[in-house]
């Protein structure tokens, strides 16, 4: 089974701020997700990676598969980016994701 | 864009309750699933199904079933409803065994 751990557990950081996000797994993956869940509950799929970078807006992710790790950045923060930020992979050959615990982001303005 | 909806988004329910927690999505996916989400433990996986009367146990499947007679709806049943079955419940459903589209959630208090 792959274990997910995700740092920081919480963040707390000042509008502007450049802020990383950590993921690290133990097997091998097919892909990894990052996600994004609001106060409320839903959740919104940010990027899915297999290898390499992707980038939208002041987001970006980036994966490493020989270190299995990945990053999520985000530039310029804003308030309205406050929210939980959740890795998710899915392990070669198996079905479902298994989640990180999340990242409790709040960016105070 | 695709729409996965739940039946409520706040349930509340007494000990031994049946409970029925719907799930639909508009997009002809193929794979379904049902996740709890709780404080300190994230999301974890009770059951998916990748074709209607399919069905494949997560990782938590003791105490639940689910139902897919139809493709587009995806139901998740609580024989007889618990209290250390209050959790947040997520609908999710994809084409592919990639990208996963959630539902909003629903909130499941039992008493």
């Known amino acids: 089974k792959n274990e997910v751990e995700q740092s920081p557990q919480n963040l707390t950081a000042q509008e502007g701020e450049f802020i990383t996000i950590n993921c690290s797994y133990s097997?091998?993956?097919?892909?990894l997700h990052w996600l994004q869940q609001h106060p409320g509950g839903g959740i919104v799929s940010l990027f899915m990676l297999s290898s390499g970078k992707k980038k939208h807006g002041r987001l970006i992710a980036t994966i490493n598969i020989q270190e299995k790790h990945s990053s999520l950045h985000i530039t310029a923060s804003h308030p309205r980016d406050s929210a939980v930020y959740i890795c998710a992979v899915r392990s070669r050959g198996a079905d479902g994701l298994t989640f990180g615990k999340g990242t409790h982001l709040i960016i105070q303005p | 864009d695709v729409k996965v909806t739940q039946s409520s988004r706040y349930l509340v329910k007494r000990t031994g309750e049946k409970v029925f927690l719907e799930c639909v999505q508009d997009m002809d996916h193929e794979n379904m699933f049902w996740y709890r989400q709780d404080p300190g433990l994230g999301l974890r996986l009770i059951y998916f199904s990748y074709d209607v009367k399919m069905k494949e146990k997560g990782d938590i499947p003791e105490g639940y079933s689910v139902s897919r007679e139809k493709k587009e709806r995806f139901s998740l049943i609580l024989e007889s409803a618990s209290t250390n079955q209050t959790s947040m419940y997520l609908c999710?459903?994809?084409?592919?065994?990639?990208?996963?589209?959630f539902g909003p959630g629903t909130r499941l208090t039992v008493l």
């Open positions: 097997v091998g993956i097919s892909a």
């Open positions: 999710a459903s994809s084409l592919s065994l990639f990208e996963q589209f």
